[in-house]
């Protein structure tokens, strides 16, 4: 369903498990990113009312999701601490050049968000199949379907905004060029990395 190029290599899910701490730092700050990408989009295009009311009710989300797993950080006695960069994320918003009409900076900036979101997806996932917590295992599960509705949603509007032939090319593309990133990804405490 996510399109995905290359899976997440199996390993990750027992360096997630031995370091649950690391993970949910970050998650906890990849939820923060989300909802600020979503007001950046606002913020960047506010001449296209649906994307407007869509990210008004992604950036709630978000945030509600940020708030939930900052509850089970405090639960667990763990810092929230300061942000960190995430490589994956580094690495794939190089894809595209800088610049161009105002209509393929909005695409691009959705297929990015959409292919973050279909990996964070296919992350909660073997998060949900693969935590020894089973609190938290059933956490990931259901944030694993609604990390399905972002990853539609951006590319449902990717698809609308731009000519759909164009954003298809591209977005198997961009599917590529991220499955390079991910074979040198996967050994790290964090969501994407």
């Not at 050049?97 to 900076?105: A, E, F, I, W």
């Not at 089973?134 to 509007?157: D, N, P, V, W």
Request: aromatic content about 8%.
């Amino acid at each position: 369903m996510l399109g995905l190029k290359l899976p997440t290599d199996p390993r990750w899910a027992d360096i997630a498990n031995k370091n649950i701490k690391e993970i949910l730092i970050d998650h906890a700050w990849c939820e923060q990113k989300a909802a600020s990408t979503a007001i950046s989009l606002i913020v960047s295009f506010p001449e296209y009312s649906e994307l407007v009311e869509e990210m008004h009710d992604l950036v709630q989300e978000e945030m509600s999701h940020f708030k939930m797993v900052h509850d089970l950080l405090k639960e667990r006695n763990i810092e929230l601490g300061r942000d960190r960069k995430d490589l994956y994320v580094v690495e794939l918003m190089k894809f595209f050049p800088k610049g161009g009409s105002r209509t393929n900076q909005l695409t691009h900036r959705l297929m990015y968000a959409a292919l973050i979101e279909a990996r964070s997806c296919e992350r909660f996932r073997l998060l949900s199949e693969n935590l020894e917590d089973q609190k938290l295992a059933r956490f990931y599960r259901k944030l694993m379907i609604s990390e399905a509705g972002h990853y539609t949603l951006f590319l449902k509007l990717a698809r609308k905004y731009g000519e759909e032939n164009i954003v298809n090319e591209k977005w198997n593309k961009l599917l590529i060029y991220e499955a390079q990133i991910m074979k040198d990804l996967s050994k790290n405490e964090t969501v994407h990395g």
